[in-house]
């Protein structure tokens, strides 16, 4: 049996972070909260590490940051090629 991995969006695992709070809070067991959430402890170990207080309209603005960084990481990395081209050109000259 093979499972669908699934992406959670970051208001998606904010909400299933308040659930489980709530559900512990109300003597839960662990167990029954991952079974519930449908993710595994490390999951919710590191969604925990990640999101942990956060609020639904800050998870936006970190996944739009994180999109941004990696956006200007690859121009970065564009003109480091290119000069790394011109360089090379302008040895040959």
Known sequence: MSKKLRRHSAEQ???KLRNADAMVAAGKSVGEVLQ????SEATLSRW?????????EEAKRLKSLEEENNRLKKIVA?????????KEIAKGN
Request: overall charge neutral; charged content about 25%.
């Open 48 to 56: 925990r590490s990640q999101y942990g207080g956060m609020k639904s």
């Open 78 to 86: 564009d003109q480091a090629l290119d000069i790394s081209m011109l």
């Open 36 to 39: 519930a959430l449908e993710v």
């Open 13 to 15: 695992i904010i909400k």
